[in-house]
Structures are given as C-alpha cells and as structure tokens.
C-alpha cells in the first residue's frame, strides 16, 4: 500500500480544472451530505462497502467478500461520530437505475490538522467515466469548505492501483511512505 498526503495550500486554485475536465454524462448526478448516511441511501451504501471487499485491488490477496448491510453502515457511522469525527460523503448517482454506483469519504477530526481519505470506489460496471476524480475532487473541495483547518489528508492506495493512482496524482498528492501485507497459507 502507498500512503500518500495532499497538503491543502494550493488545492483550491487546481480544484476547478480538475472538476471540469472530470465533469460526467448526464446519467450520473452527485449527491452530498456531511455525518451520517441518509436513510434512504443505507442499502446502497451498503452495496458499496461490500465491493470495496471485491473490487479494489489487494495485491494479490485473497481476502472473502466482507459483507455490509444498513445496520451495519448506520453502525459504522455512528462510531465514527463517536469517536470525534465527521464524515464528508459524495455519491454517484447513476439518474436511470436511481442507485448509488460510487462514493467518496474523508473523515474529519475535530480539532485536527490532518484528516483521512477513506473508501473510493466506482463500481467496476460504471467505471470509464471520469466518475472517481468527480467524487475525490467534489469531496476535496467539500472539505476545504466544511474544515478550513485541515491542513493535509493522508490516503492509503494498492500500489498496483494505477487508475485511483492517477487521480491522486492529479490531485497533488504525494507518496510519503509503504505498507506491506503477507498472506501465510
């Protein structure tokens, strides 16, 4: 895994060509909440998490589906606001199907410098169009927004990851350390 770090100062000026270039078809539209996961989106966020366990590269590991359902996100959130957070949330939309096919988190401190970029995903089926650097790039603008404080966000990718690489890249952040995983069988 890459751990990466996007430092904040600058971010607004290379938001806007960033947001542009990824702007999606009209079959996809964003949605947006801070904290908890709005009851209707539950099960579909729900499907997210649970392709997280699937669709993201591992390096090679094998690792079983990690399944997740509405409680389970509910009890997700409910943790991460108990622990002193708050979550920054972007979702796709995909407008025919009425679904959620991608997402987008940071998780905010309170108080802190530093905040964390968590899941990103695109569903495989959905992938192509420009969908996780509209939902990393309107999250990150979100959170300048929403935290002025925060100063950097720490990521951590598969380095085989190339695509979400690529957007990171893009974005501005930067390498600043690995972590390694082993499977004993």
Same mark, same amino acid.
């Not at 079983?64 to 409910?78: I, L």
């Not at 606001?81 to 407008?95: I, Y």
């Given at each position: !895994?890459?751990?990466?770090? $996007? ?23 964003? $949605?947006?909440? #801070?904290?908890?996961?709005?009851? +209707? ?20 590991? =094998? ?12 009890? /997700? ?7 002193? =957070? #708050? ?14 096919? *991608? ?12 905040? !964390? ?8 089926? /959905?992938? *192509? /169009?420009?969908? *996780?650097?509209?939902?990393?790039? #309107?999250?990150? =603008?979100?959170?300048? =927004?929403?935290?002025? /404080?925060? +100063? ?16 990171? +890249?893009?974005? *501005? ?5 690995? +972590? ?6």
């Amino acid at each position: !895994m890459r751990i990466s770090v $996007l430092e904040t100062s600058g971010l607004a000026d290379r938001l806007p060509a960033l947001l542009t270039d990824a702007s999606a078809s009209g079959d996809y539209r964003l $949605l947006e909440w #801070t904290g908890p996961t709005p009851p +209707e989106w539950l099960d579909d966020l729900a499907v997210l998490h649970t392709r997280m366990s699937t669709d993201a590269p591992m390096a090679g590991l =094998q690792a079983p589906p990690d399944p997740w359902d509405a409680a389970r996100v509910a009890a /997700h959130d409910a943790r991460i606001a108990a622990g002193g =957070q #708050t979550v920054l949330t972007t979702a796709a939309e995909h407008v025919p199907s009425a679904r959620l096919v *991608g997402f987008s988190e940071i998780y905010v401190p309170a108080g802190r410098a530093a905040a !964390m970029q968590a899941d990103t995903l695109v569903l495989r089926e /959905h992938r *192509g /169009h420009r969908l *996780g650097m509209l939902l990393k790039a #309107t999250t990150a =603008q979100r959170l300048l =927004q929403a935290a002025p /404080h925060v +100063e950097a966000v720490i990521t951590y990718n598969a380095e085989e990851n190339r695509p979400m690489l690529d957007v990171n +890249e893009a974005m *501005g952040f930067r390498a600043i350390g690995y +972590e390694g995983g082993w499977l004993r069988t």
